[in-house]
């Protein structure tokens, strides 16, 4: 009987719950979803690659690749905090599920030539 | 006498949903006997925190636990900040203590949902679980993520919360505080629930002292421990008091979780109106020197401790954790014999056994 004004309230108002996939819920604003890349500002430096605490970023020196294990990936936004060209930032959508562990290429286009003077 | 029979309760249980077996010597429907088995969920976190650099093992050591995994994260940045010793600004001694008492709240809320669940009372469960989901969505809104928060760093916190963020959240706790207090109600007051837990598992105040109990399970017996009463982080600043009750039963313990549930909840608006300006963290100089330290830390479930020998490299030599649940288990072997087989369910959870913890 004690639940009983608990009950009665709950037959009135709305479900607590969503009909999830038809309705979602946006993502709070600075919620860790997935980690984003840009292309067009990373010099291959490496700091990424090694304060990540999950081992989820490869460099490709060679082919100036910046590779990406999104399966071991635990977005834990070190990354992005310590991306001195601000290269990598976490955005609040979460990835989807996925079926196969496959890596996600990127190419860094702002690394210096050889005779350049290197930024780092 | 009756025939005995050996019945396994675990490791696969509907109402544990962590592996730990429980093999029980039955005289019909009375246990005689009880033998716990640990070791399903190891996972050697340890080892791998002596492998990995010191910054990156407070994301390892966040995922000890699901439901506590902020302060394990913060006990392990508080432990290897005492190497040092490193002293962090006041704001991120509140934020941690904030932070840490967001997740008693809503542990604490998960239990007594589970609580309800193991005696079959399936709507306070939902209800229960319906409020810990607004406290989640306030954590996840400060920190960016619900479960692994990794908001503390060896030095400091991370992140701040921003006036906005504060008015929310003062919003949230004050209304989770309210229906929680009806919820409570039900189960202080409720005859069905009184009937599944009052006299069951009695521990005395002598027991819970001679096996060494700790957190709201000792607290239960009367036993006025508290971690938080070293004034660690900012609890120095908090008007804090240990709640305890003195029954000692299954009845006891949720009371114990109830009161705590509000404590909670106050040290929290506390906190956010005392907060103070400043720097979020310091940066640490060089590596952990060669140092021994310790830290024990209130967690929901009890008292945490962190032991960590650094050697001036940057990764620890040693890092030891002993978690709440390993203390408590063995009040089971204590608490069991005598019960019926019906109770077992209902006693088991209320020493709020967390093996991923126990097991790391």
Not at chain 2, 202 to 208: E, I, K, M, T
Not at chain 2, 220 to 239: F, H, I, M, P
């Amino acid at each position: 009987m004690i639940m009983l004004p608990t009950v009665v309230r709950n037959l009135f108002g709305g479900p607590a719950t969503r009909m999830y996939p038809v309705t979602t819920r946006e993502p709070f604003a600075r919620a860790r979803g997935h980690v984003e890349f840009n292309e067009d500002l990373c010099n291959q430096c490496g700091t990424c690659a090694r304060r990540c605490p999950a081992v989820a970023i490869d460099l490709d020196k060679e082919k100036k690749e910046w590779i990406l294990h999104p399966d071991r990936c635990i977005i834990c936004e070190v990354c992005a905090e310590v991306c001195p060209k601000d290269a990598i930032t976490i955005a609040p959508q979460w990835r989807a599920p996925f079926y196969k562990r496959e890596a996600i290429i990127y190419h860094s286009k702002a690394v210096k030539e050889k005779g350049e003077k290197s930024s780092e | 006498m009756a025939p005995r029979t050996i019945t396994p309760f675990g490791p696969q249980h509907p109402v544990l949903p962590e592996p730990v077996q429980l093999k029980l010597e039955l005289e019909d429907e009375r246990v005689v006997s009880v033998l716990p088995a640990i070791g399903y969920g190891h996972r050697g976190i340890e080892k791998a925190c002596e492998l990995n650099e010191y910054p990156k093992n407070i994301y390892l050591c966040e995922r000890i636990c699901g439901i506590c995994s902020a302060i394990h994260g913060m006990t392990y940045c508080d432990v290897v900040e005492k190497l040092w010793p490193l002293d962090i600004p006041p704001r991120a001694k509140y934020l941690r203590t904030i932070w840490a008492e967001m997740a008693r709240t809503h542990s604490h809320l998960l239990w007594l949902g589970l609580l309800a669940d193991a005696f079959g009372f399936e709507s306070m469960f939902m209800q229960y679980w319906r409020i810990r989901e607004k406290v989640l969505d306030i954590l996840e809104i400060t920190t960016g993520h619900r479960v692994t928060q990794s908001v503390s760093i060896v030095g400091g916190v991370r992140r701040d919360i921003d006036e906005d963020q504060k008015k929310h959240c003062i919003e949230v706790l004050k209304d989770v505080r309210k229906e929680a207090e009806a919820l409570n109600n039900v189960l202080v007051n409720d005859y069905t629930v009184k009937a599944r837990t009052v006299g069951k598992g009695v521990l005395s105040y002598d027991q819970a002292i001679a096996l060494g109990l700790c957190g709201p399970h000792l607290r239960a017996s009367g036993v006025k421990e508290d971690c938080r009463t070293q004034g660690y982080w900012a609890y120095g600043d908090l008007s804090f008091e240990p709640v305890i009750a003195t029954g000692g039963d299954s009845f006891s313990r949720a009371a114990v979780r109830a009161g705590e549930l509000y404590q909670a909840i106050d040290l929290q608006l506390e906190a956010f109106g005392k907060l103070p300006e400043g720097e979020l963290a310091v940066k640490p100089k060089g590596n952990p020197p060669a140092n021994e330290a310790v830290s024990r830390v209130e967690q929901p479930r009890g008292e945490v401790f962190y032991y960590a020998k650094g050697n001036g490299t940057r990764n620890l030599e040693r890092l030891r954790v002993r978690t709440p649940t390993y203390a408590n288990i063995p009040s089971l072997l204590v608490m069991l014999p005598g019960c019926e087989l019906a109770d077992v369910p209902i006693i088991v959870l209320s020493i709020d056994p967390c093996i991923s913890c126990t097991e790391r």
